[in-house]
Every structure is written in C-alpha cells, then in structure tokens.
T-cell receptor, first 112, second 109 residues
Framework: DAGVTQSPTHLIKTRGQHVTLRCSPI?????VSWYQQVLGQGPQFIFQ???????GRGNFPDRFSARQFPNYSSELNVNALLLGDSALYLC???????????FGQGTRLTVV | GQNIDQPTEMTATEGAIVQINCTYQ??????LFWYQQHAGEAPTFLSY????GLEEKGRFSSFLSRSKGYSYLLLKELQMKDSASYLC??????????FGKGTTLSVSS
C-alpha cells in the first residue's frame, strides 16, 4: 500500500515567485491537511480539506491557498514567496479529519 | 489561547527509561497524539489517547489526563535509534493538529 506521497521532494524558488506543492493521500482517505515546519519547530497547521471542502484554516496569510480534487489529492499554492516561507511542507491524510494522521515525506522549499 | 508545552531537549542512555511530558491548553480537544520525527524525515505516528489513562504499545506507552491537560510519553529499554524529536499534538475539534515545538531526545551508549 502506498503511503502519502508528495511532490516535489525539494524545490528552490526566488522571492516573489509562485509555487505549487502536490499531495496524494493514502487510498481511502478523504481528509488532507497541510502543515508548515520551520527548522527546530513543530509543524504548524495551514489547511484541512475533507471531501473537497475546506474544513479548517490556520493563521497564514492569503498568499497561501489550497484545494482538493475529486480523487482526494490536494495542492497547496503559495504566491509572492518570501524568504520566511522556506520550510518543510508536510501533507497528512486521514480517513476522517479527527482520526490518526499519516504524514508524507514532505517538500523542502527553499526561497532565495 | 492555544498552548502546548514540552521540554526542548532530553538526554538518556541506552537501556534506560525516559518520560517526555506534555501540557496543553487548547480551545477544543478531540484526542492527543505523539509522533516521532527523525531529522529530515516526516513525523511517524506513535500513539493516540482520547480517554484518560495509559495506552501501552511495546516499548512505548502514553498517558493522558484530560482534567489536568497533561500527557506523557514513556520510552522503555532505550535504543540508539530512539534518538529523534518527539512531537506532542492535540487534535482540536476534529480539524487541525496543534503541535508542540517538539522534544529532542539524545540517546547515548
């Protein structure tokens, strides 16, 4: 069984650019959440989607947006990148939003 | 407000027992999770508590007291491979996982 897969694994972008990160959940999981993890800190919640609808949003600016597709995969978009957006972006899937979350390997984003 | 506190660093020796504490104050509670994260890797699930008491799973156990806003992760028979960051996370109202900053555990021989 494939776990949560994220692409790309590493990415380097320039300030001001836009980035799209992708996530495929575990088969049968309908909930996808996105987290940002800065070095030395715990993950911070960005978004949760369940059945293609946004169920929760963390304290992030409007430059961050996401969506979930009919096959339950998800994209996280970040516009007008700042140096401070450099982090590990984690996607987690769960059967329902409140059950155990399984994390993907993450996308390491570096903004220069 | 929301706050999850856990010690920043802990050290222990192989074969020993270590207890990592976590206290939380959140606006909602739908369970507490412990995750292990090795450097550069994704968090992996260790345990889940939603009712008070102790959950045991092999060398790892987790305890929850909802009235005290307190949990701990107990690691027995420590091995070098247990050197990692341990993350306490509260599921808030069925949506977000609110994480603590993590406890870096170093196991020495």
């Amino acid at each position: 069984d494939a776990g949560v897969t994220q692409s790309p694994t590493h990415l380097i972008k320039t300030r001001g650019q836009h980035v799209t990160l992708r996530c495929s959940p575990i088969s049968g999981h309908k909930s996808v959440s996105w987290y940002q993890q800065v070095l030395g800190q715990g993950p911070q919640f960005i978004f949760q989607y369940y059945e293609k609808e946004e169920r929760g949003r963390g304290n992030f600016p409007d430059r961050f947006s996401a969506r979930q597709f009919p096959n339950y995969s998800s994209e996280l978009n970040v516009n007008a990148l700042l140096l401070g957006d450099s982090a590990l972006y984690l996607c987690a899937s769960s059967f329902q939003g409140s059950t155990e979350a399984f994390f993907g390997q993450g996308t390491r984003l570096t903004v220069v | 407000g929301q706050n999850i506190d856990q010690p920043t660093e802990m050290t222990a020796t192989e074969g020993a027992i270590v207890q990592i504490n976590c206290t939380y104050q959140t606006s909602g509670f739908n369970g507490l999770f412990w995750y292990q994260q090795h450097a550069g890797e994704a968090p992996t699930f260790l345990s889940y508590n939603v009712l008070d008491g102790l959950e045991e799973k092999g060398r790892f156990s987790s305890f929850l007291s909802r009235s005290k806003g307190y949990s701990y992760l107990l690691l027995k028979e420590l091995q070098m491979k247990d050197s990692a960051s341990y993350l306490c996370a509260v599921n808030q109202a069925g949506t977000a996982l609110i994480f603590g900053k993590g406890t870096t555990l170093s196991v020495s021989s």
